[in-house]
């Protein structure tokens, strides 16, 4: 056991998922249910156990739809466990620029998106996925969200996300069909904002 | 001693149930990633035809490739499928694919509407309205709603991007104008969410107000074409129609002769060779349904046994 406690450059001793084909197949669900009905939580109950700072949900999120097919790019450093644990995992390729990455994940939430390739109005598809982790997810009323996949709107509270990233997001999504997919975790949970999911904040009575 | 979670009991299961030497499912799991992805990309472009990198299935295109490799990439061994074709559950194409999934998923199937969290299906919407956390998905023959009048692909790609369906009204008008009346009764063109103009597969015209704010997702495949289109629950689904002619769908003076329903689509059923005909449910879970609680319709042409045509 102490030698595993020293994971070699390749082998993390942190574990994926013990039963991909069926374990990626109930994650890719969640996934689906949250994209397409936004700001509805899901919640992983897998075992997983991703390396710090990653947690449950974006590592689920991260082995499920990655692998060698997928440009990614992360806010930690190439050489970070997380780094080494999904490229062990999936296979995944670790690019330089966020421009050019197909999923960008970001461990805290930035101010403002970097570049972010939006696609482009003939193939808006190629625009990228962001995985954000948050302090906690839940449905108190701070976002209200419009949109498909919402009957008439639904509230979201990602905690710690700073208000220039929602207004960093409309801008980018106003140019729809280009645009940019929210993938949020905290902890286990999970939930979405794909590009066409207008937000208002509601202002509470400390501003 | 060691526990057995729930989902190793699953997991277990499943290695069980579904036929040795198939992946779960058929498709392999780098080929079901692929199609994962693009399949949320479509949910997030309502109505968009994302490119998807197809696989060899074993059936031949025509029998719903498309359809197959979305509920092959979705379904996991807790769903229960059903799978219809002209409305039937019974038909040779709708068992062959309720087969292929029982065999190589182990899941469970059914021919209850409302039993099911996954419904595929070629040329219906079930009467039944679909429910939250159910997944309808089309097996779709021709994705591009544009392409009679406009064959390039770089061309539609435009036309779409732009919003620019000038042409696509222009040719329904033409049609009003030659035949006073939309003829187009099936593969009818939509619009969802006010931007992208999508073919809904052909359905009836009858079916296309079920697409609207439907509560189930929609998901679509075009196998030949490797294309994956959705709407999602709660979306905007509006059939392109003109001032001066809106949209209408089909209807009947006559009612099902088995369950007297006035409400569904009805098929045209010859029941002799001297030419008698009656009406009857396209959808045949749903007439069943109504005749199980005691609904009667106004009968068969004499000599005529429901067997028949059962
Ligand atoms: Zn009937």
Known sequence: MALLQEPTDNIPVETGFDDPVYESQIVFRKILKVMSEPGTIKKIKNKLSAP???????????????????????????????????????????????????????????????????????????????????????????????????????????????????????????????????????????????????????????? | MTAISGEQKKSSRLKEKTLDGYNFAYLDDQTKRMIRRATLKAVAIPGYQVPFGSREMPLPFGWGTGGIQVTASIIGIDDTLKVIDQGADDTTNAVNIRRFFAKTAGVETTENTSDASIIQTRHRIPEAKLKSD??????????????????????????????????????LYENIAHFGKVTTSYNYPVQVNDHYVMSPSPIPKFDNPKMDEMPALQLFGAGREKRIYAVPPYTKVKSLDFEDHPFEIESWSECCALCGSSSSFLDEVITDDKGSRMFVCSDSNFCANRRAKGHKGPGLPRKFEIKDIE
């Open chain 2, 134 to 171: 159910q997944i309808i998905v089309y097996q779709v023959p021709i994705p591009e709603p544009l392409r009679w009048i406009e064959p390039r692909e770089e061309e539609t790609r435009k036309m779409h991007a732009l919003t620019e369906y000038g042409v696509m009204h222009v040719g």
């Open chain 1, 52 to 207: 710090a700072p990653m947690m449950k949900a974006t590592a689920a999120v991260c082995l499920t739809l990655m692998d060698f097919q997928t440009k990614v790019w992360l806010d930690l450093p190439r050489d970070s466990e997380v780094s080494k644990y999904l490229k062990f995992h999936t296979g995944l390729r670790i690019v330089e620029h966020s421009s050019e990455a197909d999923f960008v994940v970001f461990f805290s939430a930035p101010d403002e998106l970097p570049p972010l390739n939006l696609g482009t109005d003939e193939n808006p598809e190629t625009a990228a996925t962001v995985i954000i982790q948050t302090q906690s997810l839940d449905d108190t009323k701070k976002l209200k969200l419009t949109g498909p996949g919402i009957k008439k709107s639904r509230f979201l509270n990602a905690e710690n996300i700073p208000t220039s990233l929602w207004d960093h997001r409309g801008k980018a999504n106003s140019l729809f069909p280009k645009g940019i997919d929210i993938i949020l975790t905290s902890s286990e949970k999970l939930s979405a904002l794909p590009r066409t999911t207008k937000i208002k904040m509601i202002k509470t009575e400390k501003g």
